[in-house]
């Protein structure tokens, strides 16, 4: 009989210590999907923010068009729809990506296209005349580093 508790005891403390290595090993496994999981939605983050400038907004407009790389309608298609048949496609594959380009000279602009390589990177900006300012407005879906990219070339184009 003293054997049998003994050897339930021992069989019980292994049982015991497995739980807590299986739990351990649980919990590594949830922190490897957690990291996984922030890093498939890293580009997903959306960053809005806004800024006040003195400067005129025709120039704004050139100055953020330039640095961030935006494209009137005409210059995304450059191709000629009566002769390149291609052109409608890429008219609705541009529009379906999110483009975006508003032109109210003296007044209002807006511009909004994708980036990157997969279109995983989208901005829009949106400017405003405010006074003898401009008001800038922008939305960026992506990671932060990507928002920070943008930010830092919107506030050297307005300098």
């Known amino acids: 009989m003293r054997y049998i508790k003994h050897?339930?005891?021992?069989?019980?403390?292994l049982l015991i210590s497995s739980c807590a290595e299986l739990s351990e090993i649980n919990s590594k496994v949830g922190d490897w999907a957690g990291n996984i999981n922030q890093s498939i939605n890293s580009n997903r983050q959306v960053t809005e923010d806004s800024i006040t400038s003195k400067r005129d907004i025709d120039t704004l407009y050139v100055r953020i068009k330039r640095e961030i790389g935006f494209a009137t309608k005409e210059e995304a298609m450059?191709?000629?729809?009566?002769?390149?048949?291609?052109c409608k496609w890429k008219e609705a594959a541009i529009t379906e990506?999110?483009?975006?380009h508003e032109r109210t000279p003296g007044v209002y602009y807006r511009m909004a296209e994708t980036f990157g390589n997969k279109g995983q990177y989208y901005v829009?900006?949106?400017?405003e005349k405010d006074?003898?300012?401009t008001q800038i407005f922008?939305?960026?879906?992506?990671?932060k580093s990507f928002a920070a990219e943008i930010k830092a070339d919107i506030l050297k184009a307005i300098k």
């Open 7 to 13: 050897s339930l005891c021992i069989i019980s403390m």
């Open 78 to 86: 450059k191709c000629n729809p009566n002769v390149d048949i291609s």
């Open 97 to 100: 990506g999110g483009y975006v």
């Open 124 to 127: 829009d900006v949106t400017l």
């Open 131 to 133: 006074g003898k300012g």
């Open 138 to 143: 922008w939305k960026v879906r992506g990671s």
